[in-house]
């Protein structure tokens, strides 16, 4: 039986932390060995992982780690700047799972990517993955057809808007009809109200005809699962930098 993946969750008292420490304690393949946040523990953490505030984080925290230490990033913004500046000085494989992030920051993933193995993702739910690909495929009649948009309804207290996901799968549509859209530009909408942990609705829209793609989360431990297969996923590859997309070729083929 090969050994559990150690694993340091930054950002471990947030929604998402919290979500990946409590799936985490009935996972054999993964030890949790650190959690660094802001306050005092609360919640899951074994006797044998150190909570570590974060302001006494940096590179001196994973030196300490064994070398094969996957780092999970579900903080915000400011916080990955922080986890970059450790990671810059002592390599060591990562989940980037944070949101909002300016285009610096994205920089220094992916140059951080050349030294270790880094997967980039906004949204780890497979179900997130599989529609953006089908947006992908979509073929020359239907993206001259169509105008698009995202509409997209997550929680109060989501900092980011749009989503990241939002953004992915506006992305992953590109140009739709320009001759009915200036730009062929598909426009994205927010809600931010209630407690829904994160609702994505793509809407093509034609003469006569509409088509809708929507993706629903129902409980946050969807993406905590994902970011488990992630750290599963990242552990020991060869540096890079992957997606979700990756995740999935690999869960196809294996």
Sequence with gaps: MSAAIPL??????????????????????????????????????????????ADAFGPATLEALPVDTVVLDVSLPAGTSALLGALERAPRAVVVATTGLDARSESRIAALSARVPVLRARNLSL??????????????????????????????????????????????LGEMAPAK???????????????????????LSGDGETLEVVHTVHDRSVFAAGALRAVRFIHDREPGKYTVDDLLVSSATS
């Design 127 to 172: 179900g997130v993955a599989v529609a953006r690909g089908w947006l992908r495929s979509l073929g020359a009649a239907a993206r001259e057809t169509f105008v698009a948009d995202v509409l997209e309804h997550h929680h109060a207290g989501k900092k980011d808007a749009p989503s990241g996901t939002a953004l992915d799968l506006a992305a992953a």
């Design 8 to 53: 340091l969750v930054y950002g471990a008292s947030g929604r998402m932390g919290t979500a990946v420490r409590s799936l985490v304690a009935a996972d054999p393949s993964i030890a949790l060995r650190a959690c660094v946040a802001l306050g005092a523990a609360r919640g899951a953490c074994p006797a044998d992982c150190a909570w570590i505030e």
């Design 181 to 203: 859209r200036p730009g062929g530009i598909v426009h994205t909408h927010v809600i931010r109200a209630g407690t829904v942990p994160g609702t994505h609705r793509v809407i």
